[in-house]
């Protein structure tokens, strides 16, 4: 019985032992990601400023936006983006691409069905470049309706 208890509390120290060192990796990360967006906010502030002031041209403040989602530093253009997988063909050196799609899947909830393209269409601007579309993944008469 002595044994098990021993071995019953060694469990718990060991727990948490790798509980305190989870939460101070944790910890650390969080640390590291609001260091590197407190970095990406006064870095957007300063491009925001020097825009207002017309310091440098659209395209520059453009480009330097572009690096910073992509998360590039400074001197990398265009081209980095296109290596790294983000950005191919005539879309290369914009972020947006011409066409964004968006997929609804839906099963048997034809109300659901109904509520989210509501909601889709009431921000959706519209036009060739942002398709919609509806996958059934089922045979529901309600959803075949909607979907139409």
Same mark, same amino acid.
């Given at each position: 019985l002595n044994g098990s208890l021993f071995s019953s509390s060694w469990c718990d120290r060991r727990l948490a032992q790798i509980t305190e060192q989870k939460d101070r990796e944790i910890m650390a990360a969080m640390e590291q990601l609001q &260091? @590197?967006?407190?970095?990406?906010a006064e870095t957007l502030e300063r491009l925001h400023a020097i825009r207002a002031r017309g310091g440098r041209s659209p395209r520059v403040v453009r480009d330097r936006l572009d690096q910073l989602v992509t998360n590039q530093p400074p001197g990398e253009g265009a081209a980095s983006l296109q290596t790294? +997988?983000?950005? @191919?063909?005539? @879309?290369? +050196?914009?972020?947006?691409?011409?066409?964004? &799609? =968006?997929?609804?899947?839906?099963?048997?909830?034809?109300?659901?069905?109904?509520r989210a393209l509501t909601s889709i269409f009431s921000h959706h601007p519209g036009g060739n470049a942002f398709p919609v579309?509806? @996958?059934? $993944?089922? &045979? $529901?008469? +309600? =959803?075949?309706?909607?979907a139409l």
């Open positions: &260091a @590197s967006l407190t970095q990406q790294a +997988g983000f950005l @191919s063909g005539a @879309s290369a +050196g914009r972020l947006c691409p011409e066409q964004i &799609a =968006v997929v609804v899947i839906a099963y048997n909830r034809p109300e659901y069905l109904e579309f509806v @996958s059934q $993944d089922g &045979a $529901d008469e +309600g =959803v075949t309706q909607v």
